[in-house]
């Protein structure tokens, strides 16, 4: 449809998930095709994510097969998550976000929660929510054959060594310490 997604965070240090469109040159964006996604369960639906730290800010964001675009978050950053942001039920941070962006130009937000969403109806998760309890997934990726989601989540305490996880095609995101976790970045 002409439109791409780019994760970034801007000059005040916090997130923001931006739509654009192709210009006439489809290998180049719009400049003034630029909406920023308005987070719905954000303090007046602003249109960036606030982030506490300048680290841990996540940035990854890809398709999945059900044609949803999932949104990694970190979870605020500094060490050992101060404003325990990944467990927190009310936070963005710390999570994967799922959403529906095959939406009009003219939504005021750029998105829908998917009714799928495992928290849509909840009176303190953020509907969007589709996975909690990240550090940083920083890059993630959908096998093409199976259609599960690998997940590589920043480490702590432990040098050297990052986490992989596994999140089942069909599975229903939820706590990420219910994904099938790998200790190492080598396993």
């Given at each position: 449809?002409?439109?791409?997604f780019v994760?970034?965070?801007n000059?005040?240090?916090h997130?923001?998930v931006?739509?654009?469109?192709r210009?006439g040159?489809?290998?180049v964006a719009?400049?003034?095709?630029r ?6 369960s954000?303090?007046?639906s602003?249109?960036f ?9 996540g940035?990854?964001?890809a ?5 949803l675009?999932?949104i ?5 950053g500094?060490g ?7 467990q927190?039920?009310?936070a963005?941070l710390g999570?994967m976000?799922?959403i529906?962006?095959n939406?009009?130009d ?9 009714p ?8 303190d998760i ?5 996975s909690?309890?990240w550090?940083n ?9 199976t259609g599960?989601?690998?997940i ?10 990052e986490?992989?996880n596994?999140?089942?095609a069909g599975?229903?995101g ?12 080598a396993y």
């Open positions: 449809n002409g439109r791409f994760n970034f965070t000059s005040d240090g997130t923001v931006a739509r654009f469109r210009s040159n489809p290998l719009d400049p003034n095709s909406f920023d996604l308005r987070w719905i954000a303090l007046n602003e249109p994510i606030r982030q506490p730290f300048a680290n841990h800010n940035g990854h964001l398709f999945g097969a059900d044609g675009l999932y990694g978050l970190g979870d605020g500094s050992n998550d101060p404003q325990n942001n990944a927190s039920r009310t963005l999570k976000l799922r529906a962006v939406v009009p003219s939504n005021q937000n750029g998105y829908v929660v998917p799928s969403n495992p928290f849509v109806g909840s009176a953020p509907w969007e929510v589709w909690f309890g550090r997934p920083w890059r993630y990726s959908f096998d093409r054959e599960d989601l690998w590589a989540d920043v480490g702590q305490s432990n040098p050297g060594y986490e992989v596994l999140q089942p599975s229903d939820g706590d990420s310490e219910q994904c099938d976790g790998r200790s190492d970045a």
